[in-house]
């Protein structure tokens, strides 16, 4: 953990549990999936995650405030989810990632799981995959479309970089999807592959049944977000943030 990131967080039950993690992205893929697992599960809050790189906002749940980065786990399942409604700029993924890796490896985490999206000129509906670890590839190759060549960007990225760099095993699932949009029925692909590899066993059909009805919804989020200009690149004491609410 580094002091510009705290985990606010009860220890985990669970021991050396598989840690995923969902922050807003293409798609949305990485918060609309790991917030429905939270969901459909009904796991257990843990905590949250705060810094002062996130923007200043509190989620408002049927009028009761909540964190934007929470954690959550099952442990039955041997899971923990970290789910987040705010993106993370590119300029502070690197401070946030080594945060959450160092919290992750405190609690004897087995692996991490980064979910996010790819957006690809195809009609299909895949799930891309990649890995830290020759093993780890292995494990999926045969269930994911290997992403041979290319660069997973965001939080995510950070994330994957600083679980190569500390021998963390883990791997990244990507939702395939058309545009920038919201896209519940990749993130709806995406779920059925986490529980293809780690048997969580969530059912998907509520999500499938409300995909239009969530990418609307999402689709109004999104158009409130700022993003800082791609020409300038902020100082930390001076970031913008995009956001939603």
Known sequence: MTDEVQVRAEKPKSENPVVIEGFPGIGLIGNIASQYIVNKLEMDYLGAIDSRFFPPLSVLVGGVAHMPVRIYEKADLGVVVISSDIPVHPAASYDVARGIVS?????????????????????EQRVFGAATTEEMLERIKDKVE??????????SGSVMNECLMRKMPAICLLGETHSMAPDPKAAVVTVKMLNTLYGLNVDTAELEGRAEEIELQMQKLAEQVTSTSAEEVPRKKELQFPMYG
């Not at 919290?103 to 009609?123: N, Q, R």
């Not at 290997?146 to 939080?155: A, L, N, Q, R």
């Open 103 to 123: 919290w992750v490896e405190s609690i004897g985490a087995k692996e991490m799981v980064c979910l996010a999206g790819i957006t690809v000129m195809s009609e």
């Open 146 to 155: 290997v992403f041979e060549i290319g660069t997973i960007s965001g939080i």
